[in-house]
């Protein structure tokens, strides 16, 4: 199970981040991704991550504004945003890659694209970029 926390409405310019509880099977991910996705738009990969050695991904329209991050200890990926803007407004889900058939820098490429179906989906939380 997935579990996303963190959003909300913040000023254009703003920062907030995102968190994403896994748990159970998830433990040995192979990659775990945030997504994003408005109304009347296709799915987005942002950002995805590999546990094995921290592998990253980002869209090029996050590069320098976004981070993700791992916290073993808490069974938590998290994605902090930065520099806001209203066309970051979006419903933003993590989802999990459990597939452990590619490397890891691979892995989070092809998770990020959407070039294979991910194993599970949290339930999306808002996110809304308003002054």
């Known amino acids: 199970q997935l579990v996303e926390s963190g959003g909300g409405v913040v000023q254009p310019g703003g920062s907030l981040s995102l968190g994403c509880r896994y748990s159970g099977s998830h433990l040995d991910y192979t990659a775990i991704g945030w997504f994003r996705q408005a109304p009347g738009k296709d799915r987005e990969g942002i950002s995805c991550i590999s546990r094995s050695d921290g592998s990253t991904y980002y869209a090029d329209s996050v590069k320098g504004r976004f981070t993700i991050d791992r916290d073993f200890a808490n069974s938590m990926v998290y994605l902090h945003m930065k520099n806001l803007q209203p066309e970051d407004s979006s419903t933003y889900s993590c989802?999990?890659?459990?597939?452990?058939?590619?490397?890891?820098?691979?892995?989070?490429?092809?998770?990020?694209?959407?070039?294979?179906?991910?194993?599970?989906w949290g339930q999306g939380t808002q996110v809304t970029v308003s002054s």
């Open positions: 989802a999990v890659d459990v597939s452990h058939d590619m490397v890891p820098f691979l892995a989070v490429g092809r998770m990020c694209r959407l070039e294979r179906p991910l194993d599970s």
